[in-house]
DNA sequence: TTGGGTTATTAGATCGATCTAATCGTAGCG
DNA sequence: CGCTACGATTAGATCGATCTAATAACCCAA
């Protein structure tokens, strides 16, 4: 009664001895290897379905040494921006046979560590990573090590890295609102130990300048990267003398809570103040943000097409994909409205 | 010259042989096994450090037939609240040295048996899953799988499952409002092909019926299940008449869609108009929004806990684990304000 | 001194696939 | 008829760990 063992896993052998071939014929007909003959492959088909036969990957990748999973590690999973880019990212890799490894950091350095040990460990074919904030320049650890490591929307020198001109985001928001007559043009930034906050800073300034606008240091809000930290900074904002009539936010979650700081206040963004956002997320779309199209699908794609490049040349020189925002232009900005505030 | 082959990979075999030890040996030092002598233990170390040794999951765990992974299959990545369970989850498994695979279907039935394809070939030990909305009745095909599923928030027959009792949250929110005075409340629910839209509906007329307030048809408006929705579910809502007092929302991504659209319609919520959510989000919380509480990260836990349990325990009975919601009072409801509506 | 009983270590098989190099059959060709 | 060439198939080694069962080393009691 051998037969009636519950021997719980279907393998090549299962298979082979069923359609009276040799593991390895089994093996050519899962690769679709050509050299097969059409007769054979089909009974080893038939026997494929027959036993209910399941892939075992892990077996494979221990012998060709490649396990096409990548591994995905970002810093806030919570934020759209980043959701939209997991799913660009996996879609993309998706497509071409590879599964994603996902892992949130929360913008904490010591998960970052566990997950990227956890991930070489899988073993994984390479790594997509938007290091937490004190990781960039830390240790150099990321540089160099055996899975392949690429960065997105923040730069670690030494890795490949797909991201967004920044500086040209913020100038292009300040261009618009000065051509609507704004001159007093607040920054609801991120946390200045960002690269990415302190390049939209840059090109906050640098866009003043360009458009003769004198540079006020009090309008300039350092805050959280979200919704709460949108909602202070724009509050605190409205208090200054002379008031702002616009802003430019460091991303649109933040200009979000800034929209609802400005409606707590009574006032209706695009009628009463201006403001714009910065990754076009969904929601940015639908609650009539004006704001940087940074467009977090290409950023995944781009940054995927980098590690699959890496991984099939690792020694190859390393590669930063800056992609050009554009403005989108919805109902949160408008021309300074006369009254709003005395120059 | 052997030395200066550029072998790329550590082994056991490598360890072994600098420290004077069997493979065997390595592996026990590795596994933190006892019976090693300390002496012999700590030399081992010493060359893991020296020679830079990265542990091959993958190796073992073809042995072991255990990958100590599990899969994550989510409906809607940027949705908050599916983004709060991944983490709540992420946090829990990996705790007990487990490594997450996460795949997003965005209700889509086709990825969803990609991903399920993918990761039962991977092979992961087990799978939690909140099923895309025609999954739950369709094939069958979930249960009884290899890799063990577990469902949450959306129950499968014959699957173990994680969730919150809807019927219950509904009738807490009406029993609130009612309580405040409101007469009109509208239901702004998500597509009725959900299982949970189904039974908050259902605990939405339950409620109604308990305080004694007439049910509406009208009052009742399906929308998908995004900011979008509530936005444009509430302004429908708003040219009804008599015109609702307060709304009930499918979730809070709906509800933050509502408010906004009493906003645009000049009205504050909570003053003139409440809204009740439903999940507690991170944003309701800062939003100030009163909802029903399902504590996202309770649920992903008590799925963690159903998939390491069935893991461990294949053959025991199926099990339901149904949390209680609470409701949180904040800022989004108040008393009928008295000349809103006529009765 | 010797046998029994630990304790520490190890050789060899194993997981389920793939790869290499060899083999078998047979068709083509001078 | 014999030799090559080629297409189809396969045996056996291999990837890097773990497991089993056996062995080596050693201490202690009789």
Chains 1, 2 share one sequence.
């Not at 014929?25 to 009974?43: D, E, Q």
């Not at 010591?110 to 790594?127: A, F, M, N």
Request: charged share 20%; net charge positive.
């Amino acid at each position: 009664m051998i037969e009636a063992s519950p021997k719980d896993r279907v393998t090549l052998v299962d298979i082979a001895s069923d359609a009276g071939v040799s593991r390895a014929t089994v093996s050519l007909v899962l690769r679709n290897v050509p050299s097969v003959a059409p007769a054979t492959r089909k009974r080893v088909l038939q026997s494929i379905t027959k036993l209910g036969y399941v892939y075992h990957r892990g077996a494979a990748n221990l012998r060709t040494q490649r396990s096409h999973a990548i591994g995905l590690i970002v810093s806030d999973i919570t934020n759209p921006f980043f959701a939209e880019i997991i799913i660009a990212i996996e879609d993309w890799l998706g497509s071409t046979g590879f599964v994603t490894i996902l892992g949130n950091t929360s913008e904490n350095l010591e998960k970052q560590q566990r997950l990227l040990k956890s991930l070489s460990e899988y073993p994984v074919d390479g790594i997509l990573i938007c290091p937490t904030q004190g990781s960039i320049t830390g240790a150099g650890s990321l540089a160099g090590r055996r899975p392949p490591v690429v960065a997105f929307t923040r730069p670690v020198s030494g890795l490949d890295y797909a991201g967004v001109d920044n500086v040209a985001g913020s100038e292009l928001a300040i261009d618009y609102l000065a051509a609507l007559g704004h001159q007093h043009i607040a920054f609801i930034g991120g946390p200045s130990s960002l690269s990415s906050a302190q390049q939209r800073f840059l090109g906050y300034r640098l866009g003043l300048e360009k458009n003769g606008i004198s540079f006020r240091e009090n309008l300039v809000v350092e805050q959280a990267p979200n919704r709460k930290g949108g909602f202070q900074g724009l509050t605190a904002a409205l208090t200054l003398s002379p008031a702002p009539t616009a802003a430019v936010c460091f991303n649109d979650v933040v200009a979000l809570g800034a929209i609802e700081a400005l409606r707590s206040s009574s006032k209706e963004p695009g009628r009463d103040f201006s403001i714009v956002g910065f990754n076009n997320i969904a929601d940015a779309h639908f609650g009539g943000l004006t704001t940087v199209d940074t467009s977090p699908a290409k950023i995944g794609e781009a940054a995927a097409d980098l590690l699959l490049h890496r991984i099939k040349e690792p020694t190859s020189p390393v590669r930063q994909v800056i992609l050009t925002p554009r403005l989108i232009v919805r109902e949160s900005t408008a021309r300074r409205s006369p009254g709003s505030s005395p120059d």
